[in-house]
């Protein structure tokens, strides 16, 4: 995955996960739910070349508040850390279905880091 594409993955979770948004009444990003004191104008955002969303595909403890966000929906999801088709280790973040004789996969993501695949899996469960 290239550095853009990371980016823009971190992004989507931002907002569409994490419930960044823009205020129109008050012009600033911040997450929904959030007190006013933790926004930032989005003046100010577009004077800061630094500022950035959450790391969610590098950073562990992002990628946590992201994955509590997609079990928060009552979804259950398992995640492996198992070889795949070709042998490579690989973690995998998959949602399943309930029924009273078990259980099938809705859908899976695979990824070489545990954030990533949990950033990829949100991606697919965020965009139903």
Partial sequence: MTKTESNELDAFCAKHVM???????????????????????????DQIPHFKWPSYTTDPAAAMEVLKKCAENQHVVTIEYAKNHLGNWQWMVAKLHCYSSGYSEDFCTCAETLELAICQFARKLFSK
């Fill in 19 to 45: 419930g960044w948004k823009i205020f129109k009444t008050t012009n600033e990003w911040r997450r929904a739910g959030s007190p006013a004191s933790m926004a930032m104008k989005v003046s100010v955002l």
